[in-house]
């Protein structure tokens, strides 16, 4: 049985921590979410560019590219539509909120939080679209 991503919102996920990339995807896709991942923020612009997602959670610290870097990569690119971003680090909270605002669209969930809060974030942003 094959299962339609049409209905389901887009979550990319990048982070260079295996088991967290793992948990993180399969806690996100037990709640109906269609989840993209990457281990490195090389060739992360090839996947955006292909699936345009409408979630794009970026691990900050990452080895070859950051994630903030990666973010303003992301939003240089010419996409149909924007894709929101959510810094998800251990990084602390004033350090992530000062990271979002360099960034357009851009938010951010503590990895000290569960995943329950960073699910939370992600249905609030993606209701916030549909209003």
Excluded: C, W
């Excluded at 299962?3 to 806690?27: F, G, K, M």
């Excluded at 939003?75 to 979002?100: M, N, Q, W």
């Amino acid at each position: 049985m094959v299962t339609s991503t049409a209905n389901r919102p887009t979550v990319l996920i990048v982070d260079d921590n295996q088991e967290l990339l793992l948990t993180t995807s399969r806690y996100l896709m037990a709640r109906g979410f269609h989840v993209l991942t990457a281990d490195s923020p090389l060739g992360v612009t090839n996947i955006v560019r292909r699936e345009v997602p409408d979630v794009i959670v970026l691990d900050v610290m990452m080895p070859a590219l950051s994630g903030d870097a990666l973010a303003k990569i992301l939003r240089g690119l010419a996409l149909p539509k924007t894709p929101a971003i959510v810094f998800y680090s251990a990084l602390d909270e004033e350090s992530l909120h000062r990271l979002t605002r360099g960034v357009e669209n851009a938010t951010y969930v503590s990895k000290a939080s569960s995943v329950e809060e960073l699910r939370a974030v992600i249905q609030e942003i993606l209701a916030a679209r549909r209003e």
